[in-house]
């Protein structure tokens, strides 16, 4: 497709489990990001990749959140031992560059029992 | 530290009345401003944006004001449509000397517009 895809959908898991969340950008966008809307909250920014600088992981709440992103294309956004706290809608973005408006995903909705 | 304030959770207007949508932020280093809205189980997409340099964006029944002074900024939409019931965020990026310039967003203001 067109937009930007973000798999799974949904993601229910068990407390302390590990969850990896995927996002295709829309190809060509040079720009990443990772957003996440927990209830009754607004977006907040997690991490950045532009290009093949070093990404702004300034926004990551913990040493348990990391992600990557292959060949400037594809990102992976891990959690590792998940707590309830977790529970969000994970939203991906990409730009054609760091200036450029940013196509959002529909979402990875987690729920941590 | 909230940098980007929507201090209204939710703003109900009639159909065919303006709706306005207001937007506060702290950090003074911000120089673009854009406004997404979002239907429910859906990604946010991108409205209207303006520069530091404007004070006035246009476009159609949309139009965004900003206040540097004040730091403030809102969304017209006029005559508001059932259609425009959605979550608008505001949002704000600016230039911190390097590459990265990500957005900041605001908490959401849920507009409802009545038939």
């Known amino acids: 497709g067109a937009g930007v895809s973000q798999s799974p959908s949904n993601k229910v898991t068990e407390k302390g489990k590990d969850v990896e969340l995927r996002c295709d950008p829309i190809?060509?966008?040079?720009?990443l990001y990772w957003y996440r809307q927990s209830l009754g909250q607004g977006l907040e920014f997690l991490i950045y990749?532009?290009?093949?600088?070093?990404?702004?992981k300034s926004g990551l709440p913990s040493d348990r959140f990391s992600a990557e992103r292959t060949g400037g294309s594809v990102s992976t956004l891990t959690i590792q031992r998940t707590q309830q706290e977790d529970s969000a809608v994970y939203l991906c973005?990409?730009?054609?560059?760091?200036?450029?408006?940013?196509?959002f995903g529909e979402g990875s909705r987690l729920t941590v029992l | 530290d909230q940098q980007v304030k929507q201090n209204s959770p939710s703003l109900s207007v009639q159909e065919g009345r303006i709706s306005i949508l207001n937007c506060d932020y702290t950090?003074?280093?911000?120089?673009?401003f854009l406004w997404y809205k979002k239907y429910p189980a859906e990604g946010p997409t991108f409205l209207i944006s303006?520069?530091?340099?404007?004070d006035k964006n246009e476009d159609g029944r949309f139009t965004v004001f900003l206040n540097k002074s004040a730091k403030h900024l809102s969304l017209h939409i006029v005559p508001s449509q059932p259609g425009d019931s959605a979550v608008y965020f505001c949002?704000?990026?600016?230039?911190?000397?390097?590459?990265?310039?990500?957005?900041?967003f605001g908490t959401g203001t849920l507009l409802a517009v009545q038939p």
């Open positions: 973005a990409s730009s054609l560059d760091f200036r450029g408006e940013l196509f």
């Open positions: 190809s060509g966008h040079t720009a």
């Open positions: 990749f532009q290009g093949n600088s070093a990404p702004d």
């Open positions: 950090n003074s280093m911000f120089d673009y």
């Open positions: 303006i520069s530091s340099i404007k």
């Open positions: 949002a704000a990026s600016g230039k911190y000397g390097g590459a990265t310039n990500k957005l900041i």
